[in-house]
């Protein structure tokens, strides 16, 4: 069992940066894909960016290819997303998850843990 907790959401202005971090409980974490979603008002959970268990592979949304990186420090159990040159568009509570087995994924439906999500608003 993995517990995720999100943090380091906020209020930004366009082109500015945020790093969210997950920090997770439990002994399986290092053996975890993890993938960061996103839920805007009146839309459907997106996927937005994952990693595999070692940090070695990684897999970007377009929409947030070149501005968004994923990392992982396993001797912390914590996962992190920066956010880079944020775009209105942004604006969503993000999600992290994870998923027991290393390979990464990108539906959310593969995800069997998930976080409480924290809100990130971009401002124009």
């Known amino acids: 069992q993995v517990q995720l907790v999100e943090s380091g959401g906020g209020l930004v202005q366009a082109g500015g940066s945020l790093r969210l971090s997950c920090a997770a409980s439990?002994?399986?974490?290092?053996?975890?894909?993890m993938g960061w979603f996103r839920q805007a008002p009146g839309k459907e959970r997106e996927f937005v960016t994952a990693?595999?268990?070692?940090?070695?592979?990684?897999y970007y949304a377009d929409s947030v290819k070149g501005r968004f990186t994923i990392s992982r420090d396993n001797a912390k159990n914590t996962a992190y997303l920066q956010m880079n040159s944020l775009k209105p568009e942004d604006t969503a509570v993000y999600y992290c998850?994870?998923?027991?087995?290393?390979?990464?994924?990108?539906?959310?439906?593969?995800?069997?843990?998930w976080g409480q999500g924290t809100q990130v608003t971009v401002s124009s």
């Open positions: 439990g002994r399986t974490f290092s053996s975890s894909a």
């Open positions: 998850a994870g998923k027991i087995g290393g390979r990464l994924a990108i539906m959310s439906s593969e995800y069997e843990f």
């Open positions: 990693i595999s268990w070692g940090g070695g592979s990684t």
